[in-house]
């Protein structure tokens, strides 16, 4: 978020420059590149650029911008809201006031300050979702022409976010067995475990495909596991193995990672305030451009 205020700045020089690759119906945009559809305020007309979605009114001064923001902790989302936007003297928005809470699922905060020279006041609402993959939606104008209309737009379309499961995905869907309620939330992801010590780093990263496969790779300052090729075996195969979910009642899920050479890995899963553990163990549960690695 710290360098957030050089996207604007670049949206607004080059709003009128870009091609839109979104899918609008009526007053929803379906925002495919970041996996989710917002509703348009009335009066409000937009399209997507290099680093965003941006919204433009010919009755009220200055621009929304909607993005992903990747931060998938709460308390995360609500430090870095506190620490405004900020790149020299000259172009900075700092907090006004204390950072809200949005619905347990995000943070609303208002600020001040100067873009290019004028003197701006915006509000941000930062969302996560279901899945981890967060959304900001910030309302920038003139501190002139600023108003409390800006912050309810804000909440307004924040209100309206909805994740987009495109086609492709649901023909994915359908295609494989039916899945279980946690099959659902770990499909697409990417789970990326670290651990650094005194000479030693360790990395493990398993990526959890629609499809039904996995990519999975173990390295190590120290050594690499064999387990970091994910070629297939065999024509029909994709990835390192394939990969489900095990529910059983009362106890914790198991993921399984059933690899073609024979092995076999379970974890048990874990879920707590949005954080995901495999065996005690943290791992960043990440989707999108950010999410599982299928090629």
């Known amino acids: 978020m710290k360098n957030s205020i050089l996207k604007f700045l670049i949206i607004m020089i080059s709003f009128y420059g ?9 007053n929803r945009v379906n925002y495919n590149s970041i996996g989710i559809s917002f509703a348009i305020p009335k009066g409000w007309v937009g399209q997507e650029t290099q680093t965003g979605y941006i919204l433009k009114s010919n009755t009220m001064a200055g621009f929304i911008l909607i993005n992903k923001n990747n931060t998938n ?20 928005l700092q907090l006004v006031g204390n950072v809200e809470n949005f619905n347990n699922t995000g943070v609303g905060a208002e600020y001040h300050g100067v873009m290019e020279g004028v003197p701006a006041k915006g509000y941000m609402v930062g969302v996560l979702n279901n899945r981890g993959l967060g959304v900001s939606i910030m309302a920038v104008t003139t501190s002139e022409y600023y108003s ?3 912050r309810l737009l804000c909440i307004n379309i924040a209100n309206s976010v909805q994740q987009q499961i495109t086609t492709n995905k649901t023909q994915q869907i359908v295609n494989r067995t039916t899945k279980n309620q946690t099959e659902e939330l770990f499909s697409g992801a990417r789970l ?12 493990i990263t398993i990526s959890l495909c629609e499809q039904g496969f996995f990519n999975h790779s173990n390295y190590s300052s120290m050594a690499v596991d064999t387990n970091n090729v994910s070629a297939g075996y065999g024509e029909n195969s994709k990835g390192s193995g394939q990969w489900s979910i095990i529910e ?48």
Do not use: H
Not at 254 to 283: A, C, P, S, W
């Open 248 to 295: 059983k009642n009362n106890q914790l899920p198991i993921l399984r990672l059933q690899f073609y050479n024979g092995e076999v890995y379970e974890y048990y899963i874990t879920l707590e305030n949005r954080k995901t553990y495999l065996d005690n163990y943290r791992y960043y549960r990440t989707y999108g451009e950010d999410g599982a690695w299928c090629n």
């Open 18 to 26: 870009n091609s839109s690759c979104s899918q609008q119906t009526n």
């Open 73 to 92: 902790d709460i308390n995360t989302m609500f430090y870095e809201a506190q620490q405004g936007f900020v790149n020299d003297n000259s172009n900075y």
């Open 192 to 203: 990326t475990y670290y651990d650094t010590g005194d000479g030693y780093g360790t990395k």
């Open 148 to 150: 409390s209309a800006y």
